[in-house]
């Protein structure tokens, strides 16, 4: 088996972070940059990752993970 690190010498870890989607807690895996860009765009618009996420969840298509609905939205 081949370490990824060979096929993709550029790969960006991805970060696992808790988020709370409706009331219930969550996890998802994204970038430090999408981390970063949630962030600015929650305080842009005054609320939370948390909030931010919630809101996202709510509008994606049922099939689409959420950490692909806000890789999109961003």
């Given at each position: 088996m081949t370490d990824n690190t060979d096929i993709f010498p550029h790969r960006i870890p991805l970060i696992s972070r808790n988020i709370t989607i409706l009331g219930e807690r969550t996890s998802a895996r994204l970038?430090?940059?999408i981390w970063r860009e949630l962030q600015e765009v929650a305080v842009r618009e005054g609320c939370t990752i948390h909030e931010l996420?919630?809101?996202l969840y709510l509008r994606k298509e049922a099939s689409?993970?959420?950490s692909s609905a806000l890789r999109v939205f961003l």
């Open positions: 970038e430090p940059q996420s919630s809101l689409t993970s959420l």
